[in-house]
């Protein structure tokens, strides 16, 4: 069974630049979750779809983001205008059904480098 | 917001060695997990805690969740060079919370 896979693997942009990165979850996984790692720091949740439907999006850091999963398959983050401090590695991660305690299968990160 | 502190940063040990890492908090988590992060990789679960003072133990590696819920340890017996990567612990802060919480992650570095 494949893993959480995650496209581009590495994206460097100039600032004011629109980047989109892409996630594909564990098939029939209905969760799918969007994490960051800024440089150094803590891996920061985003947000979380159940299915097509954003179920959380506390995390997500301005408006300047945008996250979709049309269809409830595959997800897109958009970024748009990058700013430099969006620089880090953005994690996709899926787990199955409702059950909060499913472990969380992450892929390999996107690293996104805005000069 | 929640936050975990982890320690140490980084390590250097000889192949061979027991390591130990933690995590602290000033709230309460449900749960605690930690992760492993290969070079290139997302992270992979290691071991799941779901029960104040639970000692879970996977292979050489053996974590525990603390009994006032606000803290996590693990520890790595007979490091092997495969052990090399960041270690991160993870809590989820309410029953039936379904986003993590990260520790800023352990370096760990084995010299055979």
């Known amino acids: 069974e494949a893993g959480v896979t995650q496209f581009p693997s590495h994206s460097v942009i100039e600032k004011g630049q629109t980047v989109t990165l892409r996630c594909d979850p564990i098939?029939?996984?209905?969760?799918l979750y969007w994490y960051r790692r800024v440089m150094g720091k803590e891996i920061k949740f985003l947000l979380h779809f159940v299915k097509e439907s954003k179920q959380d999006e506390s995390g997500m850091p301005n408006n300047r983001f945008l996250a979709e999963r049309t269809g409830g398959t595959y997800s897109t983050l958009k970024v748009q205008p990058a700013e430099l401090e969006d620089s880090g590695v953005y994690f996709c991660?899926?787990?199955?059904?409702?059950?909060?305690?499913?472990?969380?299968?992450f892929g390999p990160g996107t690293r996104l480098t805005v000069l | 917001g929640q936050q975990l502190n982890q320690s140490p940063q980084s390590m250097f040990i000889q192949e061979g060695e027991d390591v130990s890492m933690n995590c602290t908090s000033s709230s309460i988590f449900n749960t605690w997990l930690w992760y492993k992060q290969d070079p290139g990789e997302g992270p992979v679960l290691l071991i799941a805690?779901?029960?104040?003072?639970e000692l879970t133990s996977n292979g050489r590696l053996t974590a525990q969740f603390g009994i006032t819920r606000k803290d996590s340890f693990l520890n790595i017996s007979a490091s092997i060079p495969s052990d090399v990567g960041i270690y991160f612990c993870a809590g989820r802060p309410g029953a039936g919370s379904y986003q993590l919480t990260f520790g800023k992650g352990t370096k760990l570095s084995v010299i055979p």
């Open positions: 805690l779901y029960k104040a003072g």
């Open positions: 991660a899926s787990s199955p059904n409702r059950d909060p305690y499913n472990e969380q299968f």
């Open positions: 098939s029939g996984h209905d969760n």
